[in-house]
């Protein structure tokens, strides 16, 4: 079956502008979970869902990062008013029932923040 | 607090082996992964170890666990330029369901 797709796979935005990044999971994978990776940066965790919910928002850099889950599968993390350290690639990652915890990740958004 | 080292770069010539090393730091983690990322492409997993084990061989991947040490290892045997990537480990704390993941090793393989 298909993987975890990410859309856009490129996007550039002047500072200031809103940005919607989307996932969608591995189907029947019930935990979405959403990374950001800097430049020589290692992954940094920003949310998780179980279903449509967000147990752990804690990662989040900001207010200006939200994200929803809706019927379980698709989600979008937008990013408000985008300053130049946003510039990124964000990883989405969907996660298999069961142990061990097996994460499946997208190919990621680069994001480039002018 | 949550934090998994790992060195930045690694060079090795093709043929000899690689050893990529990490330290973790939270004990309850239940198991510890190893992943691959490919230029331009997400993480894929490589391979996993169970805590209560220490070594685990899979082909060309040998995984050494040191749970005394919190020291997680990663062998590769006859690297191929092919294993030119970026490697992370990361450990899944008890209880979390978040993985905490490591820097990454940038792996250069030359001929």
Redesign the interface.
Known sequence: GAG?SQSPSNKVTEKGKDVELRCDPISGHT?L?W?RQSL????E?LI?F?GNSA??KSGLPSDRFSAERTGGSVSTLTIQRTQQEDSAVY?C?STSPG??????????TRLLVL | GEDVEQSLFLSVREGDSSVINCTYTDSSSTYLYWYKQEPGAGLQLLTYIFSNMDMKQDQRLTVLLNKKDKHLSLRIADTQTGDSAIYFCAESPHNTDKLIFGTGTRLQVFP
């Open positions: 975890v935990a979970y990374y020589g940066q290692g992954l965790f998780y179980q147990p752990d990883l990652a142990l061990p915890e097996t994460q499946y990740f997208g190919p990621g």
